[in-house]
């Protein structure tokens, strides 16, 4: 009897000592991992209401020392323009395993974000905006979060706000076949400063071609 009971105490330290293996190693590969929730304010505008993006949107995640501005040198590890993707339902992960974040320790960060994502690194992405039949891809927005976050708090929660108008006409006539639609005089390239948060215009003013389509 006691010989039983030596084997099931074994067993069951054994069980346990399994499992805090596992959890550790679960604990050691995530709890440091950054992930984000979003939501996207204002009116709908172009193809994204509320929280509802397409599957595979790219955005670009910036991630900083907390209480300092945005720039070179107050990146945090590999927080510079990192791809985070969506399966459609507002929650981002990495794009791939290089572009994966983890909080630092002992330290708080911020975080800045863009979309759509653009692969050349830099803090000013740019718009063009003189072809109007990807509309998705106007629809440039731009999320902060400077809270000071650290890691086991969840996910890092992203406010989009759309930095674009988007202007639609809509026309009744008998005949509209042929129908062409200019905006007059327009900069149509501009880059945006993620850390002012402000537009600087690229090119000198051009007549842009709308998008123009028929119900």
């Known amino acids: 009897m006691r010989k039983n009971w030596l084997y099931l105490l074994g067993c069951v330290a054994l069980m ?8 550790d190693l679960i604990s050691k590969n995530t709890s440091n991992q950054v992930y984000f929730s979003s939501k996207i304010a204002g009116l709908p505008q172009t193809r994204v209401q509320g ?3 397409s599957a595979h949107d790219a955005i670009g995640i910036f991630m900083f020392q907390n209480g300092v501005a945005l720039d070179e ?6 927080g510079f323009n990192q791809p985070y993707t969506t399966n459609g339902n507002g929650n981002f992960s990495p794009q791939n395993e290089q572009a994966s974040l983890e909080f630092p320790v002992g330290s708080k960060v911020s975080f800045v974000a863009y979309y759509p994502y653009q692969e050349q690194g830099t803090l000013t992405p740019s718009l063009h905006i003189a072809n109007q039949e990807n509309q998705a891809l106007l629809d440039f927005m731009v999320a902060r979060n400077t809270t000071g976050l ?8 992203l406010s989009f706000d759309r930095q674009m108008t988007k202007v639609e006409l809509k026309i009744k006539g008998s005949d509209l076949n042929g129908l062409r639609v200019h905006f007059m005089a327009l900069p149509s390239i501009a880059s945006f400063n993620l850390s002012s948060g402000q537009w600087a215009q690229v090119n ?8 123009v389509s028929q119900n």
Do not use: L, Y
């Open 51 to 53: 929280t509802q993006w």
């Open 204 to 211: 000198t003013n051009t007549d842009i071609p709308a998008r």
């Open 150 to 157: 650290t890691s086991g708090q969840g996910p890092v929660a």
């Open 16 to 23: 346990f000592s399994s499992c805090r293996k596992e959890t």
């Open 73 to 78: 040198t107050s990146i945090i590890n590999k």
